[in-house]
């Protein structure tokens, strides 16, 4: 079974977030949710940017990195929309890396090296009319063209946060086959 480091979206650790680490941990997996907001929830992606920028960006994101610290190598990180960010940087820096999953977000492979790392399958879901999934297209498609283990996964529809059974963007059918996809990738790890 694998150990993951799931990283939740600007919206916070949202009962649909945590509904989402229970249905992996129901498989088996190990599933770390650090609550980098804490305990803060937002109604819109806007009011949830708008705690981020006041609170920083890059210090919510060390507070991501710094929860890596504690847990043993071997881990898949795994984020939604702003959690990619962290669960990106880390599966590329940070040795041992047994995969990572990137949802609703794919930043540029050079954000944080040369080339994604020998070793580290990815998978990269979202949807095909997500205004902010949209901007990380070219990225998410150079990714999964230039690494070895990599897939993109593209949903019909326009929600940003689609695997979020807590939010309006909710699309039970697309999470259902993210979900599927995510377990068969970490049974495979």
Known sequence: MAEVLLYHHVQGLTDG?????????GAGHTVHTPDLFDGRTFDSIEEGFGFAREAGFDALRERGVA???????????GGFSFGVTIAQRLAQTRAGA?????????LPVGEFGETWPDGVPVQIHGKEGDEFFDEDLPAARELAGSAADADLFIYPGDQHLFVDSSLDAYDAESSALLTERVLAFLASV
């Not at 929860?67 to 990180?77: F, H, S």
């Open 98 to 106: 047994r995969g990572a999953l990137l949802m609703c977000s794919c």
């Open 17 to 25: 977030v945590r509904a989402f680490a229970d249905e992996l941990r």
């Open 67 to 77: 929860a890596a610290d504690g847990l043993a190598p071997g881990l898949v990180y």
